[in-house]
């Protein structure tokens, strides 16, 4: 297993990145042993080893860099539950701080997620609201059971067999459906009574349009001008510094500055109110057993779905960073940090690829950036928590908005629709699934259409027959090659597992025709390209190879590979061929089919047609022969 546990080299002359002189004696080195034994559990303490003042440094503005991101997000994922905001920034303290210590990527940021938010909201749309929040808190519990679970068995590699395009097609998916759910609260609107489907909701709350406040609405757009104007400005800045402005943070201190300033709420602008200045304290979560059943796919749902979110995130880091990632390490840091959020009353989270890439170009070196970003955002919640309660919901509403809009990768998203027609069918169904079905259940219809689509595609054998030519070649047989009616070569290629049994049978019935038609004497089966072989299939062979074997035929099998050869020894069928006859495979390819073809010769002997290449009299070689394969 690859681990990610690298430390940052030292200088020669024993010298550390950022550190004040050279290293120093035993006392260090046994230190250094402790800390890099201990690192191989807490990667974050394995990256200690070697670090200096210029690596806290970086991570430190880092983490300040990825709080003033995070307060708002944090915020808004909160309200999308139907949380108060405050539970948000718990959520961004405790999982973003825990998460860091355990995670494999050292630039990762865990926290509330747009997606995750999403689904947690669906799972607990037939929830009572005064049982929401235990309920978020209960999910959190069993997400993290669940994932570290995973981490348990060891099965954090499986994700890699999820095909992307149904991430692509989640994304788009989810996106669509947060912009749904929130683009009403931008232009001013009362969102409808929870508990419909989204767009039952979204119908209602647009029917009721003449009730929208002109004043919200301005708040809402103008959050959303601040925010692209700022953008532009960060993209001049970045050309010419390192520095720019947390162009979301600023929107939202400006839209509650502005409530403030002219007491908006009396003319009936929606707020978050008060947020209390307290951090998120220990309490052991509510378990009931009714609820556990009842949230138990959802659960399943978003643990998979937090897994593939955080994995992405990592790879796509690791992409550009060069970093090794151990996936069942990343699978624990999830279950472990959605654990311990559940005693301190978080909501799930996962990894968040906002703050994960504002994390890497704000220059972090390890995790500890992110237990940096954890402790700004509780000191701000400590200091600044009541000013909070006069940010507008339209603004938080429209920051959501544009966090949508910038989750769809467009050049990603028109790539996999122009592809492959399966590529697109798995992008357009996971996505519309979101929105239409349910957002914790798309991402598994998108892995079983993957799988549904799959297998057609993997059950595909390819049959092709062989010819020898005077010309001393071995070759696929053109429709113009004459038909040998003493011996028939075969080349066979695929995967043999149950899903292709119905054409393995087909083919196989293809070469008794021509065998009883033709009189044919020998056949000749090479292997080498066959894989998986399952038992269906190998009864196939079985009985393919015991009816020639009536028929005084000679059945030859070449390039049989180990896994082929066990299951034809266990079922007797080798025992029946004899070594004579059960070739297996060599290092140098399309040796065994010509040692096949001489011993098919020996039996034959004169029965050969009288114009068969074999027939010639000066001594060959293997290599004499062409492979025009």
Known sequence: MNTTRLPIAPRSGGELPGSDGPAAGSSDAASTSWMGALGRWIPALGSLQGYGLSSLNADLVAGITVAAVALPQAMAYATVIGLPPQYGLYTAIV??????????????INGPTNAISIAVLSALLTVPADARLSGAILLALMVGVIQTGITLLRLGDLTRFISHAVIVGFTAGAAGLLILEQLPMVVGLEPAAAGGHVLVRFVQTIAGAGGANLIGLGLGLGTVAVVVALRGVNAALRRRTRLFVPEMLAATIGAAAVVYAFDLQAAGVAVVGAVPAELPSFAVPEVEWQRVRELAGDAMAIALLGLLEAIAMAKAIAAKTGQRL???QQCLSEGLANIAGSFFRCFPGSGSLTRSMV???????????GVFAA??????VLLLAPYAAYIPRASLAAILVIIAARMIDRRELRYYLRTTRFDAGVVAVTALSAVVISIEFCILIGIFLSFVLYV???A????TELVLTPQRTIRPRDEGDALCTKMLLFNLEGELFFGAAPELEGLLAGVEARVDASGVRAVILRCREVRNPD???IRLMDDFIARLLARRVHILLCGVRPALYQALER?????????ESLLRERPKAWTGIHDAVARAQARIGDALCPTCPLRQKEPETRESWYYMI
């Open 95 to 108: 999982i973003t701080a825990v998460g860091a210590l355990f995670d494999s990527s050292r630039q990762l």
């Open 326 to 328: 151990d996936m069942n």
């Open 359 to 369: 994390n890497r170009e704000a220059g972090a070196v390890s995790q500890w950036s």
């Open 375 to 380: 402790a700004a955002v509780a000191v701000v």
């Open 456 to 458: 057609p595609r993997a």
């Open 460 to 463: 595909r054998l390819h049959l």
């Open 535 to 537: 038992a269906g299939c």
């Open 571 to 579: 079922t007797g069928s080798a025992a029946r061929l004899g070594d």
